[in-house]
Nanobody, 121 residues
Framework: QVQLVESGGGSVQAGGSLRISCAAS????????MAWFRQVPGKEREGVAA???????RYADSVKGRFTISQDAAKKILYLQMTSLKPEDTAMYYC???????????????WGQGTQVTVSS
């Protein structure tokens, strides 16, 4: 089992920056791929950014050049640095992990509870 706990969400004005984190615990040595997803009520969960054990990253087109995913393997923490935030970035952000290479496909086995990010205009 793997447990994921997100933190760092909050409210920010458009154009601002925010960094959210995801602390992983449990059988983390099995994890190959981790990702950030976001979801607003009434819409499907959207893949935002993913990173694998080798450090390869993938981003949704909507966040390329603005968001950066990174990981601290020693501390078992996943980060998402968000800059130039827009009101349309407002969502619940979820951390996900799996031994399979799902990248931006929302089929991960392990999910966190989410952290809310609100961007005001």
């Amino acid at each position: 089992q793997v447990q994921l706990v997100e933190s760092g969400g909050g409210s920010v004005q458009a154009g601002g920056s925010l960094r959210i984190s995801c602390a992983a615990s449990g059988f983390t040595s099995s994890i190959y791929c981790m990702a950030w997803f976001r979801q607003v009520p009434g819409k499907e969960r959207e893949g935002v950014a993913a990173i694998d054990r080798d450090g390869s990253t993938r981003y949704a087109d909507s966040v390329k050049g603005r968001f950066t995913i990174s990981q601290d393997a020693a501390k078992k923490i996943l980060y998402l640095q968000m800059t130039s935030l827009k009101p349309e970035d407002t969502a619940m952000y979820y951390c996900a992990a799996d031994w399979r290479r799902w990248y931006l496909i929302p089929s991960y086995k392990y999910w966190g509870q989410g952290t809310q990010v609100t961007v005001s205009s």
